[in-house]
């Protein structure tokens, strides 16, 4: 089972940058959609971003398209997930996730393997 660590959130200032980075264990990271979710305090989680197991294809939720931006790097195993312009609604933990070969890489159900994510706060 793939181990997910995440890392990079922290408490910023509205229309400040983070850059989320999602480690991951195992030889077979590459064999896996990558995906970025976030959950806000009382509210369900929601997709943010994924990406294609070979990094040629991405997916955003319309909020975030274009200030958003997921890359991963398949010899360090790692996902990453540059948020700029961030907004005081992007108060949420967020959550890196894998997916096998899916054809619904925005559905939270297609993912098997969670992290236990990290706080990014974002005052106004």
């Known amino acids: 089972q793939v181990q997910l660590v995440e890392s990079g959130g922290g408490l910023v200032q509205a229309g400040d940058s983070l850059r989320l980075s999602c480690a991951a264990s195992?030889?077979?990271?590459?064999?896996?959609?990558m995906g970025w979710f976030r959950q806000a305090p009382g509210k369900e989680r929601e997709f943010v971003a994924a990406i294609s197991r070979s990094g040629a294809s991405t997916w955003y939720q319309d909020s975030v398209k274009g200030r958003f931006t997921i890359s991963r790097d398949n010899a360090k195993n790692t996902v990453y997930l540059q948020m700029d312009s961030l907004k005081p609604e992007g108060t949420a933990v967020y959550y890196c996730?894998?997916?096998?070969?899916?054809?619904?890489?925005?559905?939270?159900?297609?993912?098997?393997?969670w992290g236990q994510g990290t706080q990014v706060t974002v005052s106004s």
């Open positions: 195992g030889r077979t990271f590459s064999s896996y959609t």
């Open positions: 996730a894998t997916a096998p070969l899916t054809r619904a890489p925005m559905r939270g159900s297609s993912y098997a393997n």
